[in-house]
Every structure is written in structure tokens, then in C-alpha cells.
């Protein structure tokens, strides 16, 4: 597990394919600031947002991870899953780092993100709320982190004070994501015409934070067992503990998925929408939302109450695919759906090496974070037993 | 210009004011502003010269045409506006073979209350009092949020252009008007189908043109209310969807679908807190009870082992033994106490 073994220059698998996927994506990343937008994307004058955007709206989502557990462990008071507090903080990082860097390269001129609160603010955008809750939330996670950093740095006083503002980062902090979240849903409010109805809502902004959270409670359960797997003795749980507490997840996860269900199929009816799920677009929309959300709801339930942690993993793993698909759905599939196939965009293949880098870029931050800082274990000097 | 956060905050806090005494007043609805500029394009009259694209592209400085006026093989495609070429004119053919073709030009409707206006974070776009909506690259972070909105697809970005790209559309010609020009689209129109002038005053000609030829026209104007409205105003010939545009649209202008979300914000950033608060709180509370009670059961056995009441003593351990178990019992599907682990960081 060591990356690099002291003396040797030995670099472990993970690193030497991350590292070639790495240089990679940065080559088309500076390809794409070198030529521009037209270079590396396939964006059209009638899809000016595409696969790039849609997975901003992937990357955050699945950073819902850090609110959930830090709203169940410091608010709720669900001390148990105090070990997966960590991890789970740590990814909402990663994810909303990868968001900024994605939308940094999508932006025609990056350099002026600062626009919207130095020079003129247009408060009647959701943009600009998104703009504000990404500022104040990735300023959040990053000071929710602050503890692991002293503890490196073994400075005590300042870890002390950290430490004692958490439960007023989490409240500040769900109330951010709470916003965050639901306001990318209300980008698309302006699209009624461009986005299929069986994805346009007038809830899209509820849509959007429900399926965030049943997302983050099942990138928790994917974490716990990915640490595990990749750190092994050096994760303070033992897999009989990560089981029984994936197990406790595995009921959050069941509860989340249903009540995102029950949203939809009321969107649905309060729509009248019900027509459109027997055409060709609602299979697809039927494959995404019974699919990926109904069956693993139902295997979520089923195996919490057998204690069947690996089966909750793998629905886990299949609810964070539908999450995925939600949003690439709203962003590209659903999106301009009246267009004839020949004029449709599709994405080009820089445009997915650059996600395929952003994905990579975030577990090897997440790796390298996890094997030098105390995120999966505690630190030796401040054990709490 | 840089503003400090003082004043920012603010801002903020004042536009949240201005917003909601807007919402409060919108009894009246809000008619677009008065003596307002448009043009009309009568789709009758269109012969699909294309001069307007010509005009268009000498007075914004775009490279000429690959294709020639007078090319007809133009048409087989219907095209879309782009950063080379801020308005189209596309043919549509009719329902008969026989019946000749019609032409509709397309480009920015310059909408009485634009969606795009209302979507930029930086407020690039305004919508002036004369009608034309404008746009400011020197503010423009390149969010292109102001194309993905706008229901026309009316808008091209320069995606080629990697250090100054813009948003790019029709201006209505803003600078020609100033000087007191028509649209260099209008001027150029041999055959009088696209007419410059007051907004009401154009709606008047339409409806004129539509009494006196009911059978040419199609009996709507598009433009007069769709989405609140457009200064762009086009008398078609065929029903809009055999015509390139939707049919049926809403007359709610777009921008209102996001308002009702966006007054929720500041709602919940002043109620989370205190609602967050305190569940909290009662975490805390059940915490603390919790620990009371234990706290006076063992003073209890302390007091009667002091006392050296053994019957006491007996009564206690049966009485905690009990509880014990019901633990135990409860916490099956939880983690047992080792689990708990570093729970006690923020009560240090």
C-alpha cells in the first residue's frame, strides 16, 4: 500500500496508470486553453452546455456525501458513524474540487470567475447563488478539514478551536448544500421548451437536492469499503464494524431513494405526464428512475433488514450509476430532445478525457490525503478511547 | 471598478428588498417599456433575397458569404444563427407542392422582459428602453447561461476564439439607431418585408395586413405575447411550427419560472439555522438526559453501598441488570460502544 517504499523508487500500479491518465488530460486541458472551446469540445450555438456541464452536476451531487454524514453524526447525533465522518467530508471536497476545475475549463474566460462578486453582482441569476454557495460551502468543507491538518502539524490550540466550531460548520454547511444542490436543478427552470417533460419539473430544485442525498449516503457506504479495501489495518474499523454500520446506512438509503421516488411519481401526476412514460423517451426514463432507483430502494431494504452488507454495497454502487444518469440525462440525453439525430450533440472525445482526468485527479487526491493525513484512522496523538 | 464587501453585502441585501417589493406590487403586470423600438417581418412579402444577411454581415464586420445571393441550394439546410452570421433567412416549404415556398428570417426577438438578461450573473446583458437588448464582453465570464435560456436559440458564443471569446446576436443595429438609422437589415429589404418603427405602431400594421388578407396570414402575430412578448414581431404565413418556431407558447415571460425559487433563499438561510439549531439541541438534551440518569443511578448505589443497605443494593442491581440487557437488545443492529469511537471530539 505504500506509494512510494523509502529508498526505492518502486511506485505502486495505481500511481504509474494515474499518472499516464494525468498527464494525458492535462495535455487536452492545455490544448484547450491554447485553441479554445471549438477545439476540444463538440459544444454547438444550440448546445452551449454539454457533457462538461453535466458532469458539474455529477461531481456535486455525489459531494453530498460530507453534509449527510455531518448532518446525521453532529445534528442528529448518529455518533456511531463517527468514523466515516472523515472520508465522507474529505470526498465533498475532492467532489466540489473537481466541479470548480470543470467548470474552470468550461468557462470561455475562467480567469474572470471572480466577475460575479468583484465587479457586478446579477442577483437574478441562479448562477450567481450557485456562484455564492460554492464559494462559502468549499470554504466550509475545507475549514471542516482544518482539524486533520493541525493534527499533522500537531498544532493543539488551533485544532481545539476548530474542533469546537463543527456542529455550527454542519448546521452552515447543510444549509449551503440544501441550497447549492437544489438551485443547480433551477438552472434548467428556463428550459421548459428544450427539456423533455419527463425531466422538466417545476421541482427540478427538489428533484435535485432529494437525489443528492440518497447519492452522498451511498458514496459513504462505497467509501467505508473502498478505504478498507485499499488501506486495510490502517482504517480504524474493522470490517465487522464497517459492515454493521453499512448496514445502519443501508436504511438511510432505502428511506432517501423512497422518498425521491415518491417525488417523482407525484411530479409525474400533478404533470400529467403519465402519457409520455409509454413513449420510446419513457423507457429511458423508466430505466433510470425504476431501474436504478426502485430496485436498489428495494434491495437497500431487503438487505439492511437480512444484514446483508455486501448486497447494500452493491446497491450503493447502483444508485450513485443513477444519480449519475439523473444528471446527464437532464444536461445531455433530455436535452434539445425535439432536435433530429444528425443535428444532436454528442460529445467529443477530448471532452471525455477530460472527465475521465477530473475522476482519476480526484481518488488519487483522495489516496494521497487518506495515506498521509489521519482521515480513515485517528490520529496517534488524539485518540479519543 | 471593485466595490467593497461592505457595500456588496449590502447590495445583496437591498436588491432582496427591491425584489420583494416587486413581487408584492405585481398586481399590474408589467406591459414592456413604452414608446418602445421593434421591427416586423412580414413573411408574405419575404422573397429570400437574403440582403438582410448581406447588410447584417457588411454593418457588424463579418467575412461575406461563402455562399452567393441568388444561391438557392442554401435553403436545402435549415440553418441557425452563428458567430458568422448574427440572422438567417430559412425557406419553408408549404403543405402543396405546388404552392411556392415561404422564407422567415430569424435572430435575436429582443424580448420585452429576456430570459437572458435574467440569467447572467455578472448582468453583461441589459435590456435598454428602446427595445434593443445589449451586451457588455468587457463584464462576460463566458457562463454562456444567457444561450442555453434563451427559447429562440438566438444566440452564437465564439467558441474558436480561446482569449476574447464572446456571446454574439443581433443588436437591432443599436448604434445605427442612435444616429437615427433604420436596422441596416430593415434599409436593405427590397421588397418592404421587414419594417423598423414603434413597437404598437407595427402591431397596428399587422393587424391591418392580417384583416385585409385573412387568407395569407396565419391569425396570430408571433411576437405580441409569446413569453411577455418580443420587439421582433413576425406576421407568418404557415402556423409557427411549420415555420421553424414552437407553436402555442406560453405568454408568461420566462424569467418568472426561477423568481418564485430564488425568494427562497434568503428564506432559508434565515431559518436553517434556527431550525438546525435546534435539532441540535434536542440531540444534545436526550444526550445530557441520558447521562443524568446514569449519573444518579450510580449515586443511588453509592448511597446504599455507604448505607450498607444490602437490600438496596440487591433492588439496584436487578433494576440495572434489567436495563442492561434492554440495551444490549436495542442496540443489535447498532454498533456496539467501540464503534462509538472519537464520538466525543466535540464534547471536549
Keep these: ?385 | 471598478m471593485t466595490i467593497s464587501r461592505r457595500e456588496f453585502i449590502s447590495g445583496l441585501a437591498t436588491s432582496a428588498l427591491i425584489s420583494s417589493t416587486a413581487s408584492a406590487g405585481a398586481l399590474k403586470r408589467f406591459r414592456g417599456y413604452p414608446q418602445r423600438l421593434g421591427l416586423l417581418h412580414d413573411t408574405a412579402l419575404c422573397v429570400g433575397c437574403r440582403r438582410c444577411e448581406l447588410a447584417c454581415q457588411e454593418v457588424n464586420g463579418l467575412p461575406p458569404h461563402p455562399v452567393p445571393i441568388g444561391e438557392a441550394k442554401i435553403f436545402e439546410k435549415p440553418r441557425g444563427v452563428s458567430e458568422k452570421l448574427y440572422t438567417v433567412v430559412n425557406r419553408y416549404r408549404q403543405a402543396r407542392e405546388s404552392e411556392p415556398a415561404v422564407f422567415r428570417k430569424h435572430q435575436c426577438m429582443h424580448c420585452n422582459e429576456p430570459c437572458c438578461v435574467s440569467v447572467c450573473f455578472v448582468k453583461a446583458l441589459v435590456k435598454t428602453p428602446e427595445g434593443p437588448v445589449l451586451y457588455h464582453p468587457e463584464l462576460c465570464v463566458g457562463c454562456r447561461y444567457c444561450i442555453f435560456a434563451c427559447p429562440y436559440y438566438a444566440l452564437a458564443y465564439e467558441y474558436g476564439d480561446p482569449r476574447t471569446p464572446r456571446v454574439v446576436r443581433c443588436t437591432m443595429c443599436y448604434p445605427r439607431i442612435k444616429e437615427g438609422k433604420s436596422p441596416a437589415c430593415a434599409e436593405a429589404c427590397p421588397t418592404g418585408a421587414i419594417r423598423f418603427g414603434r413597437r404598437e405602431e407595427l402591431l397596428k400594421l399587422a393587424r391591418q395586413r392580417q384583416r385585409k388578407y385573412p387568407d395569407r396570414y396565419f391569425p396570430e402575430i408571433f411576437g405580441e405575447n409569446e413569453y411577455g412578448g418580443t420587439s421582433w414581431l413576425t406576421l407568418l404565413k404557415l402556423p409557427p411550427e411549420q415555420m421553424g418556431l414552437a407553436a402555442d407558447l406560453p405568454y408568461e415571460p420566462l424569467p418568472n419560472l426561477t423568481t418564485g425559487f430564488l425568494s427562497l433563499a434568503p428564506l432559508v438561510v434565515a431559518i436553517f439555522p434556527g431550525l438546525l439549531g435546534g435539532i441540535y439541541a434536542m440531540t444534545r438534551r436526550r444526550e445530557e438526559l441520558a447521562r443524568l440518569q446514569k449519573q444518579q443511578e450510580l449515586e443511588r448505589l453509592r448511597k446504599a453501598l455507604e448505607e450498607k443497605s444490602a437490600e438496596e443494593v440487591e433492588k439496584l442491581k436487578r433494576h440495572l441488570l434489567a436495563r442492561l440487557e434492554k440495551a444490549e437488545f436495542d442496540r443489535q443492529p447498532q454498533a456496539t460502544d467501540k464503534t462509538t469511537g472519537a464520538s466525543g471530539e466535540e464534547n471536549k
Excluded at chain 1, 453534509?67 to 465522518?85: A, D, K, N, Q, R
Excluded at chain 1, 474572470?112 to 470554504?139: D, H, K, M, N
Design chain 1, 1 to 385: 500500500m505504500n506509494a512510494l517504499r523509502p529508498g526505492g523508487i518502486k511506485i505502486a500500479p495505481f500511481y504509474l496508470v494515474s499518472g499516464v491518465i494525468l498527464i494525458f488530460g492535462a495535455v487536452i486541458v492545455a490544448l484547450r486553453y491554447a485553441y479554445g472551446l471549438a477545439y476540444a469540445t463538440n459544444l454547438t450555438q444550440t448546445t452551449t452546455w454539454g457533457l462538461w456541464t453535466g458532469f458539474k452536476l455529477v461531481f456535486v451531487a455525489l459531494a453530498a456525501s460530507g453534509f449527510t454524514l455531518t448532518t446525521g453524526v453532529y445534528i442528529f447525533g448518529m455518533h456511531e458513524y463517527h468514523p466515516l465522518v472523515r472520508p465522507a467530508v474529505l470526498s465533498g471536497f475532492v467532489g466540489y474540487s473537481l466541479f470548480i476545475l470543470i467548470l474552470l475549463f468550461d468557462l470561455g474566460r475562467s480567469w474572470r470567475i471572480f466577475y460575479p462578486f468583484l465587479v457586478q453582482a446579477g442577483v437574478t441569476s441562479a448562477l450567481f447563488e450557485i456562484a455564492l454557495c460554492v464559494l462559502l460551502y468549499y470554504t466550509t468543507q475545507f475549514l471542516e478539514l482544518t482539524p486533520v491538518g493541525f493534527e499533522w502539524l500537531g498544532w493543539r490550540r488551533w485544532r481545539k478551536v476548530m474542533v469546537g466550531a463543527t456542529v455550527g460548520l454542519s448546521i452552515f454547511g447543510l444549509l449551503l448544500s440544501a441550497l447549492h444542490q437544489s438551485t443547480l436543478g433551477a438552472l434548467y427552470l428556463t428550459v421548459p421548451g428544450k427539456l423533455h417533460p419527463l425531466w422538466y419539473s417545476p421541482y427540478l430544485p427538489l428533484h435535485f437536492f432529494l437525489s443528492s442525498v440518497m447519492g452522498g449516503i451511498s458514496m459513504v457506504m462505497l467509501l467505508g469499503w473502498a478505504s478498507k479495501k485499499a488501506f486495510g489495518n490502517k482504517m480504524e474499523l474493522s470490517w465487522q464494524e464497517l459492515d454493521r454500520l453499512t448496514v445502519g446506512l443501508g436504511k438511510a438509503g432505502a428511506i432517501s431513494t423512497a422518498v425521491y421516488l415518491a417525488v417523482k411519481a407525484l411530479d409525474i401526476s400533478l404533470g400529467g405526464k403519465w402519457h409520455e412514460v409509454s413513449s420510446g423517451w419513457g423507457a429511458w426514463y423508466l430505466l433510470e428512475t425504476l431501474g436504478c432507483v426502485l430496485f436498489p430502494c428495494m434491495v437497500f431494504a431487503y438487505s439492511h433488514h437480512h444484514r446483508k452488507p455486501g448486497l447494500i454495497r452493491l446497491a450503493a454502487a447502483w444508485t450513485v450509476f443513477g444519480v449519475v444518469l439523473n444528471r446527464l440525462n437532464v444536461a445531455v440525453v433530455a436535452f434539445n430532445w425535439t432536435f433530429p439525430t444528425n443535428e444532436r450533440y454528442f460529445p467529443s472525445w477530448m471532452e471525455w478525457v477530460v472527465v475521465v482526468f477530473l475522476i482519476v485527479l480526484g481518488l488519487v487526491i483522495y489516496r494521497l490525503v487518506c495515506e498521509r493525513f489521519a482521515i480513515v484512522n485517528q490520529h496517534p496523538d488524539y485518540l479519543s478511547h
